[in-house]
């Protein structure tokens, strides 16, 4: 079974590294890149075919290890 | 229009991020992820109406800073 983990800084939370790439993108004449956000992507491949028991795996990883929960939200999505 | 960049590093290519990342898992007790592979994932909001445009220029983002394409894919979705 395959998940896919998206792991994105809150909303009222600073992201300097967006505000860095917004102005690389800007000095490169990229000036319509208004707001720039950057998370994180992963692909994880899980060794179960129940889907409830891997949903119930999957949070206790963000939770535990993939998302710091203070300052970032996650979300996953399983397929297979 | 609001555009969402995946760029994740090409099949080929070793991921010492991912490779890491197991390892942690497998340390938690989470024996069950057997794949790890770590990407990126930004949101840019774009001052454009022009979906032509906005794909084009997108395009030209990745191929230029958001993406090094020699060991990395990337793919983007636009909406609004």
């Given at each position: 079974m395959k998940a896919t983990v998206y792991v994105t800084i809150k909303q009222n939370v600073l992201d300097p590294q967006g505000t860095a790439v917004?102005?690389?993108?800007?000095?490169?004449?990229?000036?319509?890149?208004?707001k720039v956000r950057?998370?994180?992507?992963?692909?994880i491949e899980l060794d179960t075919n129940d889907r409830n028991e891997a949903e119930a795996r999957?949070?206790?990883?963000?939770e535990?290890?993939?998302?710091?929960?203070?300052?970032?939200d996650y979300r996953f999505e399983l397929e297979g």
């Open positions: 917004q102005g690389a993108l800007h000095s490169l004449g990229f000036n319509e890149a208004k950057i998370g994180k992507y992963m692909e999957l949070k206790a990883m963000c535990k290890l993939l998302a710091n929960t203070v300052v970032e």
